[in-house]
């Protein structure tokens, strides 16, 4: 079957670069963020979030910034390694409504 | 996948027959999603439910139906199934007391609509 990954843009990154994925929301009064990793074949894996009274939130290996003056979220992966290469996606959340929206997705394409 | 298993994974069908996935889970939670990915859209959300007997249609419920009559079993029902319908379904749960919590997901479905 045709993989969620085609129709995506990528990002190729050499093993031991550092990763950012950028992702534009669509709703200023969204007040949470997530980023979820998905390999090939697999479900979404939760990664980080983020609420809306922060502007920058690390984890392991991870940060996850927050411009809400121009809806725009990133992540950043710190010494890529080949076993980050999957699609990696946003999604916002307005605390009015009890859905996610998620963003289409990059793909990260890790070289040794 | 956070306690959560889908059934089947893989299925073949024919237009026109009905077709029941399953999302079981084994934690209690209170909030369970239906989506379908496809390539180009992303995922987008089929139906949830809040509790038992309780559930809402999301983006693209037309053409399934769901029922859920305890808490651990979340069914998705194509009553007659067609190629539009060939997807990549994933069940989700929401770990939290409230719908707006981080959404945890199930190994997926992947279905085939000849």
């Known amino acids: 079957g045709e993989s969620v990954g085609l129709h995506l843009p990528t990002l190729s990154v050499q093993e031991g670069d550092n990763s950012i994925i950028n992702c534009a929301y669509s709703n200023s009064a969204s007040d949470y963020f997530i980023w979820y990793k998905q390999e090939s074949g697999k479900g979404p894996q939760f990664i980080i979030d983020i609420r809306s009274n922060m502007d920058k939130r690390q984890g392991q290996r991870v940060t996850v910034l927050l411009n809400k003056t121009v809806k725009h979220l990133s992540l950043q992966i710190a010494a890529t390694q080949p076993g980050d290469s999957a699609v990696y996606f946003c999604?916002?959340?307005?605390?009015?409504?009890?859905?996610?929206?998620f963003g289409k997705g990059t793909m990260l394409l890790v070289s040794p | 996948d956070a306690g959560i298993t889908q059934s089947p994974r893989h299925k073949v069908t024919e237009t026109g027959t009905p077709v029941t996935l399953r999302c079981h889970q084994t934690?209690?939670?209170?909030?369970m999603y239906w989506y379908r990915q496809d390539p180009g859209h992303g995922l987008r959300l089929i139906h949830y439910s809040y509790g038992v007997k309780d559930t809402d249609k999301g983006e693209v419920s037309d053409g399934y139906s769901v029922s859920r009559s305890k808490t651990e079993d979340f069914l998705l029902t194509l009553e007659s199934a067609t190629s539009s319908q060939t997807s990549v379904y994933f069940c989700?749960?929401?770990?939290?007391?409230?719908?707006?919590?981080?959404?945890?997901f199930g190994p997926g479905t992947r279905l085939t609509v000849l």
């Open positions: 934690e209690n939670h209170r909030y």
């Open positions: 999604a916002e959340i307005f605390s009015g409504y009890s859905t996610l929206t």
């Open positions: 989700a749960i929401t770990r939290g007391t409230a719908s707006t919590d981080t959404q945890y």
